[in-house]
């Protein structure tokens, strides 16, 4: 049975609990999410039909600002993963040392098979059951698994309709009509590739010329490979549900986007050879990145891998029976909860121009970004070293002690 993304926290968690040598009761207040609303999200379909989907939002610690995160739309989506994400974000934030908590949106559906008017419908009714939970000083949502700038203006009229007030900082990655930011959209790819930059010279590795494979081409795996690409690596193998495409000597990231856009997935690229999603990590490269959803690296995809570096661009892409497994290999992990903060730091970014009434410059938001990402990189290597552990441990102990240390500040009362 697949392990499930709670479960992985918890682990986690514990661990770092552990080495900070945290008391029962703070170890037991980060595994417990602060709140949670699930509602009831009914919506009249193009027949005339009502169909009553499940949605969640969740708050899992708030004590350094607002909950921050994303919304997702998928079929499989349940309580508990919602909860698991929040608490990611809830540690990535720290990372950064973003004055963020932890929160993360998400409804039980297939937006793949709604209509747009539907999708619309289901969107406002969504915000309007977890309205309560919502504002520029309690809750910040943006875009995550099947949702988009178009999903986040939605949000944010409506909120403005209930609370008969314009909310710009309410939402973020939102269009840029309604005050969102250019570089939003490329965020978590330019981070991501931050990280892999760095890996690379810290192991040695020359950039020009290193292989990456990429399980996923959306909105944050196409931009990552033109990146990569940019950079002189090559990337030479890139699945999505339907297959991939293998080459070499490199594929251009350029020709494979068109051919997406034209046939709506990577199989089938006249610039590659077939590939399936089993064999990809199979395909020698100095870096893996699992840019799809949770558990694409389990043990028997961590035997097989034949990368030295992974960079977890997906939320929980990788089991801890995998992490054990790659960490006995001497394979290099950068956890999510690092490597894929180039979001939320825009995101950042972008709740600071809603609140200062200011429109960052484009290069002054990219310097800025650039900045809080690499002090959060050096923060995490440098733990890793100094206490010679992996670097999700790292992360994690780096991430969990910023918030005990904010919870001790504020106290508890009865």
Not at 27 to 43: G, S, Y
Not at 104 to 119: I, T
Not at 201 to 213: D, E, K, Q, S
Not at 308 to 316: I, K, L, P, S, Y
Request: hydrophobic letters at 45%.
């Amino acid at each position: 049975m697949p392990e499930h993304p709670w479960d992985a926290v918890r682990a986690r968690v514990h661990a770092a609990a552990a080495v900070l040598e945290l008391d029962a009761g703070i170890e037991q207040l980060l595994l417990t999410p602060r709140r949670i609303i699930e509602v009831a999200v009914p919506v009249v379909l193009d027949t005339g039909e009502l169909q009553v989907f499940e949605g969640w939002r969740v708050h899992h610690n708030v004590s350094r600002g607002p909950a921050k995160g994303g919304v997702r739309f998928h079929p499989n989506v349940d309580r508990m993963e919602v909860a698991a994400l929040a608490a990611a974000m809830t540690f990535k934030t720290a990372i950064v040392d973003l004055p963020f908590g932890g929160g993360k949106g998400g409804v039980r559906c297939d937006p793949g098979a709604l209509s747009l008017r539907e999708l619309e419908r289901l969107t406002r009714r969504y915000t309007a059951e977890i309205s309560m939970l919502l504002g520029p000083d309690v809750d910040i949502p943006a875009p995550d698994v099947n949702t988009d700038e178009r999903v986040m203006g939605w949000m944010l009229d409506t909120l403005g309709e209930l609370r008969g007030t314009s909310m710009p900082g309410s939402v973020t990655g939102k269009p840029l009509s309604l005050g969102g930011t250019s570089l939003h959209a490329g965020a978590t790819s330019a981070g991501v590739t931050t990280c892999v930059s760095y890996a690379l010279r810290a192991l040695g590795v020359p950039a020009a010329g290193a292989r990456v494979v990429v399980q996923g081409f959306g909105k944050v795996g196409a931009p990552l490979a033109f990146l990569l690409s940019s950079l002189g690596m090559r990337v030479v193998a890139v699945t999505d549900v339907q297959g991939g495409t293998y080459n070499a000597a490199g594929l251009d990231s350029a020709d494979l986007a068109s051919h997406v856009r034209a046939t709506g997935t990577v199989f089938g690229f006249p610039g590659g050879e077939p590939i399936s999603n089993a064999e990809l990590w199979e395909v020698p490269a100095e870096v893996a990145i699992p840019a799809a959803l949770e558990g694409a690296i389990d043990a028997d995809v961590a035997r097989r891998l034949a990368a030295r570096v992974v960079v977890e661009t997906a939320n929980g892409p990788t089991t801890t029976a995998a992490d054990e497994i790659l960490h006995e290999r001497e394979i290099v992990v950068v956890p999510d909860i690092l490597a894929n903060a180039g979001g939320v730091t825009a995101s950042y970014l972008e709740w600071v121009q809603a609140r200062q009434g200011i429109a960052w410059g484009v290069s002054n938001m990219a310097e800025t970004q650039r900045r809080l990402l690499d002090e959060a990189t050096d923060a995490v290597w440098s733990e890793a070293a100094q206490r010679e552990v992996s670097l999700r441990e790292a992360a994690y102990l780096v991430g969990v002690g910023r918030v005990v240390e904010s919870l001790k500040a504020r106290g508890f009362h009865a």
